[in-house]
T-cell receptor
Framework: QKEVEQDPGPLSVPEGAIVSLNCTYS??????FMWYRQYSRKGPELLMY????GNKEDGRFTAQVDKSSKYISLFIRDSQPSDSATYLC???????????FGKGTHLIIQP | NAGVTQTPKFRILKIGQSMTLQCTQD?????MYWYRQDPGMGLKLIYY???????DKGEVPNGYNVSRSTTEDFPLRLELAAPSQTSVYFC????????????????FGPGTRLLVL
């Protein structure tokens, strides 16, 4: 069983729709959860991070963590064509040894 | 600040050749990382460093070497290139002055695309 599972998509939605992106994980030691956005041929860009369970909101983006279910989500409201990218979830137990990434979900927002 | 910079952007190597991928950050971050990203896959950690003179292996270190002589630079060395090393390589950095949460929020460079033929 892989540590972090993420549906690669592609996920195609019309402009203005609410987008839901998700990851599941198996390692109960993960305490820190990140979402990165990666445009084609670019490096990942940090979108949001959360610690432990709960919700965090930043503009049109909301991150949710449910540690009891080992499930994290990223919601995008009022989606825009500029949101079209690959979204990577990443997790850490807090150690210095880097992040564990999902494969990424390719999101397409249709104008 | 330029953030994390990587050179070259793209390189073609022949099997058995060697090269060094350069990574520099100007944010005075003490943690630095090297990841590789294969098509349709997430990023895999190759090596990391918690400060100048200190490095450690990640998940996929075979075929690579690193050094960290300064806070700013963290080069990745491929000694005998193999087709399996065809990938996109990302360098990242973070710092821990403000605690663990800051350390896990990593900032990435633009990547180096490597093709081994």
């Amino acid at each position: 069983q892989k540590e972090v599972e993420q549906d690669p998509g592609p996920l195609s939605v019309p402009e203005g729709a609410i987008v839901s992106l998700n990851c599941t994980y198996s390692n109960s030691a993960f305490q820190y959860f990140m979402w990165y956005r990666q445009y084609s041929r670019k490096g990942p860009e940090l979108l949001m991070y959360t610690y432990s369970s709960g919700n965090k909101e930043d503009g049109r983006f909301t991150a949710q963590v449910d540690k009891s279910s080992k499930y994290i989500s990223l919601f995008i409201r009022d989606s825009q064509p500029s949101d079209s990218a690959t979204y990577l979830c990443a997790m850490s137990g807090g150690g210095a040894d880097g992040l564990t990434f999902g494969k990424g979900t390719h999101l397409i927002i249709q104008p | 600040n330029a953030g994390v910079t990587q050179t070259p952007k793209f390189r073609i190597l022949k099997i058995g050749q060697s090269m060094t991928l350069q990574c520099t950050q100007d944010m005075n971050h003490n943690y630095m990382y090297w990841y590789r990203q294969d098509p349709g896959m997430g990023l895999k950690l190759i090596y990391y460093s918690v400060g100048a003179g200190i490095t450690d292996k990640g998940e996929v270190p075979n075929g690579y070497n690193v050094s960290r002589s300064t806070t700013e630079d963290f080069p990745l060395r491929l000694e005998l290139a193999a087709p399996s090393q065809t990938s996109v390589y990302f360098c990242a950095s973070s710092y821990s002055i403000s605690g663990i949460l800051v350390r896990v929020t990593q900032y990435f460079g633009p990547g180096t695309r490597l093709l081994v033929l």
